[in-house]
């Protein structure tokens, strides 16, 4: 029937309907012709641009339509770009950023991730997550994009490398766990040393969450030069706080 049919072609009854109807009247299943301008490009031209597009990610729209016109010869404005990649499901979007990685870093990433996979949610209750972060108070961003389809946030085309930071900063710590978290710490100027990292994080922030949670929590931290001090290694280990080895 053609409901079957629709529903075996993904589309709606009435598309069917009008497709047999045409078939009957003039014996063809082509569409008849339409009154307007006529499309600028054509399918060959459109599966072009989109893999001209997946070959320069991080083209603009009207820099594409630049490369797109000396290849082709065809000239359309930059807003029938945009519409065929659209149309193609690709959309500029702002890019995922990480930092360089190398082969070895992948790997090493790759085996903690294999390591803690199958770990349960009681276990990742356990866990005090904590970092520094820098708010740059000078910064531009650019506003790059990257043209991506969905579920493409993370491939590895579409992400930005960036070297942090620039211009004038505040530096601040904090730590989470499942249902809570620490205060926060704004860390005055100077560099993070292990004994200040000691000091003024550890000591009076990290101790006294721990002894409030009153659970053995895991401690997790990242691979700053700071954090893997000596005077660091030697204070947890001194107040018994389980350490999580970070990739």
Do not use: K
Not at 51 to 76: C, E
Not at 107 to 115: D, K, P
Not at 147 to 169: L, M, N, Q, T, V
């Amino acid at each position: 029937s053609q409901r079957r049919v629709a529903r075996m072609m993904g589309v709606s009854h009435s598309v069917i309907s009008r497709a047999n109807q045409r078939h009957r009247e003039t014996g063809l299943y082509s569409e008849r012709p339409r009154s307007g301008r006529p499309v600028s490009t054509t399918p060959r031209d459109d599966r072009y641009l989109t893999n001209l597009t997946l070959r320069n990610r991080f083209h603009s729209a009207r820099r594409l339509n630049n490369d797109f016109a000396a290849a082709t010869g065809v000239i359309v404005s930059t807003q029938t770009i945009r519409n065929r990649l659209h149309r193609a499901n690709m959309h500029a979007r702002r890019p995922a950023q990480c930092v360089p990685l190398t082969p070895a870093h992948r790997r090493i990433r790759l085996n903690w991730a294999r390591e803690h996979v199958r770990w349960t949610r009681q276990q990742w209750r356990r866990v005090l997550f904590t970092d520094e972060s820098r708010f740059s108070l000078d910064h531009n961003d650019g506003r790059s994009r990257v043209w991506r389809r969905p579920g493409e946030r993370f491939a590895d085309p579409c992400i930005a490398e960036h070297d942090r930071y620039g211009g004038g900063s505040v530096m601040v710590w904090g730590g989470i766990t499942y249902a809570n978290r620490t205060r926060l710490y704004v860390v005055p100027r100077g560099a993070m040393t292990g004994v200040r990292y000691r000091d003024e994080v550890l000591e009076p922030i990290v101790v006294p969450f721990a002894e409030n949670v009153g659970q053995n929590i895991i401690f997790m931290d990242d691979n700053a030069r700071a954090h893997r001090a000596r005077v660091v290694t030697e204070f947890l280990e001194g107040q018994g706080i389980e350490r999580m080895e970070w990739p």
